[in-house]
Nanobody, 115 residues
């Protein structure tokens, strides 16, 4: 059974930081491109950051310079370090694992940026 379990969300003030974690089980982790998506209330889910199986990293323009994605293949985990957070970063953040033939999602973790 495949599971992606996110953690690390919470409430933080503008300008603060959060570190999200996603640990996978039931997959051969290093074969998968790993991504973070987010969905704010009333909006569509959007891609935030990707780290491919080969280590290539891409970010949405809205988070470049503030967020950093990394992966630990030995620990079957992917991380999202979020700095200089803004109220518009408030969303449920989802972990995604993808190959050419299959795709899995985590249950999401809420990050709220508010004073």
């Amino acid at each position: 059974q495949v599971q992606l379990v996110e953690s690390g969300g919470g409430l933080v003030q503008p300008g603060g930081s959060l570190r999200l974690s996603c640990t996978a089980s039931g997959i051969i982790f290093w074969l998968y491109d790993m991504s973070w998506y987010r969905q704010a209330p009333g909006k569509e889910r959007e891609l935030v950051a990707t780290v491919t199986r080969g280590g290539t990293i891409n970010y949405a323009d809205s988070v470049k310079g503030r967020f950093a994605v990394s992966r630990d293949n030995g620990g079957d985990s992917v991380y999202l370090q979020m700095n200089s957070l803004k109220p518009e970063d408030t969303a449920v953040y989802y972990c995604n694992a993808k190959t050419l033939v299959e795709e899995y999602w985590g249950q999401g973790t809420q990050a709220t940026v508010s004073s």
